[in-house]
């Protein structure tokens, strides 16, 4: 059943031959009103999660519901599919419910706004945004409990609901949805916010339309993407074999003492197309972190990252959809069966990106990228402050990001390229806490060729009484390298009561409670390393050592760098390092993985401590003093 599509004007758009300029226009009109949805959104949102770090992603798509500017495709095709009503002038649709729209969108917290545009009648294009909601209900603040086994534990679940229909805003509907959620005027705000930033979006297609006429139009999106197609075509007969090529990569635990999970991927190229097959992923958890995987969304994954590695002058729209072709198997942590629990799948999100970099370089390890997209930290800290007023806070942290084959991996930087820190500053005056460190940690990049982007660390004193939830992961695996580069370090998260006393907390954990002076230190991964870091200027090196990003042990123990105290080269004992440790560690992986497997370590661990559960604080205690 697909939705119905209701309009007055059934008459047919006409292909026409488009002039260069007239295109190039357009394309850029596009461009600026998909900037200018984010602007409208940033400047009336409440929440900092939107506000501040750009959790949203907006899209302005051709009639068929293709994006053709975005920053995040293949919304509208799962929704069409699912919802069975019609579509009218007029309507404006919100859903948050991952089954309910075959995973558009993938945990209650993304609240979806679609809509579609009318002119003279006629369905000339759609335009959506969804923004991560602070909190959504569910059975802890923030919507994302580690240890629920069911979605309904997560909050509110918004079906495909037509929240304006004639452009009447369903009131009744929007309040019993507020109704479920502990930050209300958060939520209502951000919904107004997404409601204004799709509206400006209209108007500046109906504006170009208006301006060139509707089949000028129509024929300008089909154009960018048939453009994107031929363009990814070329990309996939020069990238990607015909041989398969495979890769796995690990999510370190579930939070609920169960773990590592594999993700398994297989891909080769079949004439035009290219395949993956996720066959011999693990099973879907017991906990909330399977990831539900629509195909499209995965399509656009892949394509923005062939885009960026390969060539980042291609435009990133939906036109090459067509030439890919995903299967992932039901039941799977990647395709759980309802009602399975969603709310943490970000670790399952971060890692396909590590997983497509190891699938996609092996044809070409030249464009090879190593892993350090692997996660994206979420830290939730809520409670009443001595005025009896609820505070709750919602960020997402930052890691290194891995090194690449145009540079090194930039550090303390975000898994979303748009996505930025939420300030200090404004983290002291809005919530009960002190920032007291806040840098880059040496050497925890992977050493390489090009030096893998530094690990963020994040020292938090808390001033009031509540309760911390902490999602991360790479604390058991490593960011690996490539092409003899070096694995990044792992994840640490330590608190300190006020009294002394230390506990090493788990990397996912709810409920956590903390007192006024307690202090967490908040350590995220380095990203690998790419290519041979003996091959590495060594003028390069003492400059990192310089800048702080680099230690003189590390510049030496890594590189066979000897950096003299005022930051100079010492030039022949350098040389003489270099070739006996490049001799000692003999040919160079083109992976690594910083073990042999995780059997082995695990194997290691029951032997040493007695413990087989990743997630055991004593566990990851031995994992680090193992590192």
């Known amino acids: 059943m697909t939705a119905k599509l209701i309009q007055t004007n059934n008459k047919p758009f006409k292909k026409v031959k488009l002039d260069p300029i007239t295109l190039d226009v357009i394309e850029n009109a596009m461009f600026s009103a998909r900037w200018e949805m984010d602007a409208v959104l940033f400047r009336t949102a409440m929440s900092p999660g939107i506000r501040e770090q750009g959790d949203e992603f907006p899209m302005i798509a051709n009639l068929e519901g293709k994006m053709v500017v975005g920053q995040f495709g293949s919304f509208i095709h799962g929704f069409k599919e699912a919802f069975e009503g019609t579509i009218e002038e007029g309507d404006m649709f919100l859903t948050s419910d991952p089954y309910s729209c075959n995973g558009a969108v993938s945990h209650n917290n993304d609240w979806l706004l679609l809509r579609p ?43 495909p609901t037509k929240i304006y229909k004639k452009d009447v805003l369903q009131e009744d509907i929007l309040e019993l949805i507020l109704h479920n959620c502990r ?21 500046r297609v109906i504006e170009a339309a208006e301006r060139f006429g509707d089949n000028v139009y129509y024929s300008a999106l089909e154009e960018l993407l048939d453009r994107n197609k031929k363009a990814m075509a070329k990309l996939i007969k020069t990238t990607v074999p015909t041989q398969k090529q495979y890769f796995e990569d690990y999510i370190c635990d579930d939070g609920l003492e169960m773990g590592p999970y594999k993700i398994k991927c297989a891909m080769w190229r079949k004439g035009d197309k290219v395949i993956f097959d996720f066959e011999g992923t693990d099973p879907q958890s017991t906990s909330s972190i399977n990831f539900f995987l629509n195909e499209e969304m995965f399509k656009m994954f892949c394509g923005v990252y062939m885009i960026m590695v390969f060539d980042p002058a291609i435009m990133f729209n939906d036109g090459f959809y067509d030439l890919m072709e995903v299967r992932i198997p039901d039941g799977s942590i990647l395709k759980p069966k309802y009602p399975a629990a969603l709310s943490c799948r970000t670790h399952a999100l971060g890692r396909i990106f590590d997983v497509l970099g190891g699938l996609l370089g092996q044809g070409a390890p030249d464009f090879l990228c190593a892993a350090g997209f692997s996660d994206s930290p979420h830290l939730m800290y809520s409670g009443y402050d001595k005025h009896g007023e609820w505070y709750q806070l919602y960020m997402i942290g930052f890691g290194g990001v891995p090194g690449k084959p145009m540079g090194d991996g930039p550090d303390g930087h975000s898994l979303w390229p748009s996505f930025t820190n939420v300030p200090n500053e404004f983290l002291e005056s809005y919530f009960p806490l002190v920032i007291e460190e806040y840098y880059t940690v040496p050497d925890s990049g992977g050493a390489g060729f090009h030096r893998g982007g530094n690990a963020l660390a994040t020292t938090y004193k808390f001033l009031e009484p509540g309760n911390v939830s902490i999602h991360d992961d790479r604390w058991l695996t490593y960011p690996w390298g490539v092409n003899g580069g070096h694995p990044g370090a792992r994840s640490t998260k330590t608190l300190v009561r006020k009294n002394g006393d230390t506990e090493i907390l788990p990397s996912k954990c709810d409920r956590l409670q903390v007192h006024e002076g307690d202090t967490l230190y908040h350590v995220t991964w380095g990203g690998g390393g790419w290519g041979d870091p003996f091959t590495r200027p060594a003028e390069r090196v003492a400059f990192d050592v310089e800048a702080g990003l680099l230690t003189r042990d590390g510049a030496k123990g890594n590189y066979g760098v000897i950096v003299k105290p005022d930051y100079t080269v010492s030039k022949a004992a350098t ?32 032997e040493e401590t007695g413990l087989d559960a990743p997630s055991d604080p004593v566990f990851q205690t031995w994992v680090k003093a193992a590192s």
């Open 575 to 606: 040389t003489k390092l270099r070739a006996k440790m490049s001799k000692a560690r003999g040919k160079t992986k083109l992976f690594d993985k910083g073990f042999e497997n995780i059997a082995e370590l695990k194997k290691r661990c029951k």
């Open 117 to 159: 545009f009318f002119k003279d009648g006629r369905l000339i294009s759609y335009a959506a945004m969804f923004g991560h909601m602070t909190d959504v209900g569910g059975k802890v603040p923030g919507s994302l409990p580690t240890d629920a086994t069911e979605i309904f534990e997560e909050g509110i679940r918004i079906p």
């Open 183 to 203: 930050l209300p005027q958060w939520n209502r705000s951000d919904f107004n916010a997404i409601v204004a930033s799709i509206r400006t979006a209209e108007k």
